[in-house]
Nanobody
């Protein structure tokens, strides 16, 4: 599966952005999907994950209550709605897909075989 992330940009603290990740290639609904982020010089960090049907979502504590992950299997796309953005949310965001990850491992980067190219989010203070 090929992934294309978009929607990043520059926003003031307290503002919002919606990231999108369009998938192509294979049956989208066969994949658990996730968002990770990575700042320069740091390890990639789990942000949110969503089950194949969209009924189960998981969030990092740092974004819980501010970010919402969703998916539309009809158009092979996942979204990350980000509200109340903070300067520390500034980094590159990546979408990822896995056909094998189990629910207890959705936060684990190595469980995802497919990655998008990343989209930069910059939050100014």
């Amino acid at each position: 599966v090929q992934l294309q992330a978009s929607g990043g940009g520059l926003v003031q603290a307290g503002g919002s952005l919606r990231l999108s990740c369009a998938a192509s290639g294979r049956t989208f609904r066969d994949y658990r999907m996730a968002w990770f982020r990575q700042a320069p010089g740091k390890e990639r960090e789990f942000v949110a994950a969503i089950s194949r049907s969209g009924g189960i979502t998981t969030y990092a504590d740092s974004v819980k209550g501010r970010f919402t992950i969703s998916r539309d299997n009809a158009v092979n796309t996942i979204y990350l709605q980000m509200l109340s953005l903070k300067p520390e949310d500034t980094t590159v965001y990546y979408c990822a897909a896995s056909s094998v990850v189990i629910s207890s491992q959705v936060r684990v980067e190595s469980q995802y075989a497919y990655w998008g190219q990343g989209t930069l989010v910059t939050v100014s203070s």
